[in-house]
């Protein structure tokens, strides 16, 4: 595809329940993060994929949160039992490995706003 | 301390003057640079990358690094109203991990 995409745009949720959001990263991208963007914030990094490698995990905030990554392509943010907190938009971000353009910028997908009542 | 660190502002230009923004980072082992914009309620976009020391220039926008002091900056000439937003600055260090200011909101005023 021509961007990032995620889905869904939003989701509400009871306090408890499981969500799962979904990122598909522009085609040919090998590194894939997910943030966290809680209002007037800065962006939280949560987790890192970069092609095969075991994933860098360092910011997620707790057990609840897990993210897998399919393929090497689309990947999946769950969250367990989810609180209040939780609250926030996820904004996923895709990167390519090779020095081409000399940067590894970063292009990020619309975000999911998901809110925990 | 935060491994980037950007005045949240709010900065405020007239229209038509020029917008510094600044930011700085602790890790020396940081490879690239990055600024982007934010507006509200939107994702971030890129607007410029830098990897080299010294100024990097893209129409109304020039991103400057000095990685001896560890600070890089954007400037924007001829800020326009449309310009107004949050700029993000990100830093890649070592490992592809990248770190986020919590950014400067810019408010271009006609």
């Known amino acids: 595809g021509a961007g990032v995409s995620q889905s869904p745009s939003n989701k509400v949720t009871e306090k408890g329940k499981d969500v799962e959001l979904r990122c598909d990263p522009i085609?040919?991208?090998?590194?894939l993060y997910w943030y966290r963007q809680s209002l007037g914030q800065g962006l939280e990094f949560l987790i890192y994929?970069?092609?095969?490698?075991?994933?860098?995990k360092s910011g997620l905030p707790s057990d609840r949160f897990s993210a897998e990554r399919t393929g090497g392509s689309v990947s999946t943010l769950t969250i367990q039992r989810t609180q209040q907190e939780d609250s926030a938009v996820y904004l996923c971000?895709?990167?390519?490995?090779?020095?081409?353009?000399?940067?590894?910028?970063?292009?990020f997908g619309p975000g999911t706003r998901l809110t925990v009542t | 301390q935060k491994e980037v660190e950007q005045n949240s502002g709010p900065l405020s230009v007239p229209e038509g003057a020029i917008a510094s923004l600044n930011c700085t980072y602790s890790?020396?082992?940081?490879?690239?640079f990055f600024w982007y914009r934010q507006y509200s309620g939107k994702s971030p976009e890129l607007i410029m990358f830098?990897?080299?020391?010294g100024d990097k220039e893209d129409g109304r926008f020039t991103a400057q690094l000095n990685k001896a002091s560890q600070y890089v900056s954007l400037l924007i000439r001829d800020s326009q109203p449309s310009d107004s937003a949050t700029y993000l600055c990100?830093?890649?260090?070592?490992?592809?991990?990248?770190?986020f200011g919590t950014g400067t909101s810019l408010t271009v005023i006609p």
């Open positions: 085609s040919g991208h090998t590194a």
């Open positions: 830098i990897y080299s020391n």
């Open positions: 890790d020396r082992g940081s490879q690239s």
């Open positions: 994929f970069q092609g095969n490698s075991a994933p860098d």
């Open positions: 990100a830093v890649r260090g070592v490992g592809n991990q990248f770190y």
């Open positions: 971000a895709s990167s390519s490995a090779g020095w081409t353009s000399g940067g590894y910028e970063q292009y």
